[in-house]
């Protein structure tokens, strides 16, 4: 049931953030904590996942300039991130989150 419950929280947060971002599929699970800053409420785009050969994953800088950007968070949007943070951290990686975790990973921290 745990596992039921922050699953449906990561989906909440998976698409509250796609909603009011405007990220691509691609940016948002390559988004890794590093790259939101809860003290100035912004949230850069620094890469993206994608699949080559044998529909392996890399990561990626995004194909052009412009792609790479930093987005101003809500106040909504940075609470429900923080939130997501502090569940994260509470129930699935004790003592392994770091600023370098991906913000949505599955249970064995690889991107979804």
């Known amino acids: ?8 929280k990561e989906l909440s947060t998976i698409f509250h953030t796609l909603a009011f971002t405007g ?6 699970m390559a988004l890794r904590w590093k ?3 809860i003290q100035k409420g912004i949230l850069s785009v620094n890469q993206t996942i994608v699949y080559g050969e044998n529909n392996l994953m890399k990561f990626q800088t995004p194909k052009t300039q ?9 106040y ?3 609470n429900v991130l ?3 943070k502090i569940e994260k951290k509470k129930l699935i990686f004790p003592n392994k989150l770091n600023e370098d ?9 690889s991107p979804h």
């Open 82 to 84: 923080k939130s997501w």
């Open 76 to 78: 909504k949007t940075l």
């Open 1 to 8: 049931q745990c596992a039921e419950q922050n699953s449906e």
């Open 101 to 109: 975790c991906l913000v949505f990973t599955n249970s064995d921290g």
């Open 23 to 28: 990220l691509r599929k691609s940016e948002l």
């Open 35 to 37: 790259d939101i800053d």
């Open 66 to 74: 412009k792609s790479m950007r930093t987005i101003s968070l809500d």
